[in-house]
DNA sequence: CGACACATTGACATTCATCAACTTGGGTGG
DNA sequence: CCACCCAAGTTGATGAATGTCAATGTGTCG
């Protein structure tokens, strides 16, 4: 089903019931494609419905006077391009498709209704918005205080965090259809340097990045290179769990371990 | 009254009837001081109540592994802290004085009963929330790719608006208290390197900055510089306004004015 | 009068940008 | 099927923006 990935990242951060899976569901019937470049949403556009990535991956982008890009988030499937922005009265900025994209339409008056109907959803769709904008505090972070090296590293660990929310992962590798242009835009500085700062970290034996696939070689020495700490991300619990995947121990274990850091 | 720079935001951003802003003003019963420098919130705290700022300046900040800090957001008065933040488990960030503080805490339920009882109040308070991210997005074009001058300019332009949308402007002038460290760590850049970009902003006879004012002595020329357009910050109707304080022209005028560009 | 925080200045080092060339690989039309 | 083409990646040389270090001013407060 299309909205697999809405539904695997919801439930990576809230409780789901039955019914909010179903519910889920019936907002990914409207489904329109597009080819790369395109913007799926403009700069001043009034929302007239939600955007949903199915698949593919997009970018919100500011463009300034001079030319330059920067791009201000990645969107990946089960990310939402504009979710609650109709509250605000139009886009202040524009949302390009990176790759070719699928997209869902859901149109404002059945998100009305289901959110009216079902608050639990609506305080999981609000905490959706919350993260996005944990996330742009890190994204500063990322241009501010930390170089290329620590920036890129600091970005595949999030892109590789986000991408296990949304079960299109396999194992430590992902799908990253991603120039070096476009990591350059997201990350502040140029595709020459963001090309040399990526051959760095290849070198180092951290990550492997070819033919639009990011695989994670060495995860302990890629967060620590880039100050990398998920729980920013808000994940249910995850700490724990990864702490129990890596120390083989039992959900009860965990519990006395979470209690003591 | 305490609630003054709320009411005069929200004012700004929404449509308020006589009733809401009386609830509003009872937000801000329970007042609280602290000292300067002195986490208002801190990273990992539990959500108990939301704070609003009533008086003095403060900034959301991160501190990396290596000790550098980097602030995200400043809080002046009428800013919540954590608006919406009770739907995430626990800060991912922390909340700092800049100056002496006056802060409201709103307990969660009385928050709770506000947005129940008048859903249109609620909506404005999500504004706020979008509004707030829109501002993060415009952050990370600063310190990605604006040099130091055009970041400052920028920041310089997005206080003074935001200022005058809390009602704590004087004309072209603002209270700003903050050093050029504060400033240099919102901006990514070094005290020492935001000192001589600010020395030449002055030279340039853009600004004033002393004992705690900003004067925006050449507006235009600032905000060209910053590539500042204020329409992210999703003010009411204001660029019509400020079109037709310009212009010396009427309301009437400006519809037209506004249909045509 | 210190003591202190903050602002300012100068000299030098580093990161990153810029410019320009060249390589590589996948696609496409003859 | 091959030749070409183009986008993307890679490399080297050089310059500009910014960081770093260290010293000196300057105003406020006790």
């Not at 998100?111 to 999981?124: F, I, R, S, Y």
């Not at 396999?170 to 990591?183: D, F, I, K, N």
């Not at 290849?202 to 994670?216: A, N, V």
């Amino acid at each position: 089903m299309a909205c697999t990935a809405l539904i695997h990242k919801m439930d990576a951060i809230s409780d789901l019931r039955a019914d909010d899976v179903v519910r889920l569901r019936q907002l990914c019937l409207n489904v329109t494609r597009t080819t790369r470049f395109c913007d799926i949403i403009s700069q001043g556009d009034r929302p007239l419905a939600v955007h949903l990535i199915i698949d593919g991956w997009a970018a919100r982008y500011t463009i300034l006077p001079d030319g330059q890009r920067q791009i201000t988030a990645f969107l990946m499937p089960g990310d939402f391009c504009d979710l609650h922005i109709p509250i605000l009265r139009e886009m202040d900025h524009g949302i390009m498709a990176l790759t070719k994209c699928a997209y869902a339409c859901v149109d404002l008056d059945s998100l009305q209704d289901l959110t009216t109907d079902n608050p639990g959803l609506a305080v999981a769709l609000s905490r959706l918005t919350l993260i996005d904008e944990a996330i742009l505090r890190q994204w500063i972070v990322n241009v501010g205080r930390r170089d290329a090296g620590q920036a890129i590293a600091h970005l595949f660990c999030e892109l590789k965090a986000r991408a296990d929310m949304a079960g299109i992962s396999h194992g430590p590798s992902m799908p990253l259809p991603l120039t070096q242009e476009v990591l350059a835009d997201a990350t502040g500085i140029t595709p020459v340097h963001a090309n040399r700062t990526i051959q760095a970290l290849r070198h180092q034996g951290m990550i492997r990045l070819e033919s639009g696939r990011l695989t994670i070689l060495d995860r302990d020495r890629l967060q620590q290179l880039g100050g990398f700490d998920a729980s920013y991300l808000h994940l249910k619990a995850a700490p724990i769990k990864a702490a129990m995947g890596r120390a083989g121990i039992t959900a009860s274990d965990a519990s006395r371990v979470a209690s003591q850091s």
